[in-house]
């Protein structure tokens, strides 16, 4: 894994005796080129029953303090005030995951509720957005990497690939 700063940059080209000029929308910051995913702490809310929760908690650390994602696990009701703090969450740009065990549609009611509309997915993640608009960044997550059994009509159906699974959504 290799990781340069503009700092190491310019610094690598004075040892060589080599003039550098950098454009001024350069990075300042550090450049990964190792194509891992961005590491996250994700603390649950609510239990820990879901598909999303289940398979990032085998990959990122799962923590009460210092995360940058709430998994809400919507199996079972929220509390007013648990939607309260969530949407409070939401608007300070954490990013959170609404979740529920494979196959279940509960994901779609908690996101109406805490962020006022829903799509059709049996996981939802929603964020803020960076945009100068406003709104929310959402992302549809699927179980799996095909559509549900019970989604074919006729034998003639075949399932269609679905690029949202957690593996692709998170780079796993």
Known sequence: MIKLNRVAMLAIALVLGNAVAFADDTPKD??????????????????????????????FKSSTQGYNTIIVDSSTALSAAQITEIQKYLEQG?????????????????????????????????????????????????SNAYGSKAAATDSTSTAEHVSNTIDDVFGL
Not at 30 to 57: E, H, M, R, S
Not at 102 to 113: E, I, L, P
């Open 94 to 142: 954490i990013t959170i995951i609404i979740d529920a065990k494979a196959g279940m549609g509960t994901a779609q009611a908690v996101a109406q509720k805490i962020a006022g509309f829903t799509i059709n997915s049996e996981a939802i993640m929603i964020k803020k957005s960076a945009d100068s608009l406003g709104g929310y960044d959402v992302t549809p997550i699927a």
């Open 30 to 59: 550090i450049i990964d080129y190792d194509a891992k995913p961005a590491q996250k702490v994700i603390y649950p809310v609510n239990g820990q029953t879901g598909f999303v929760f289940n398979k990032l908690n085998q990959v």
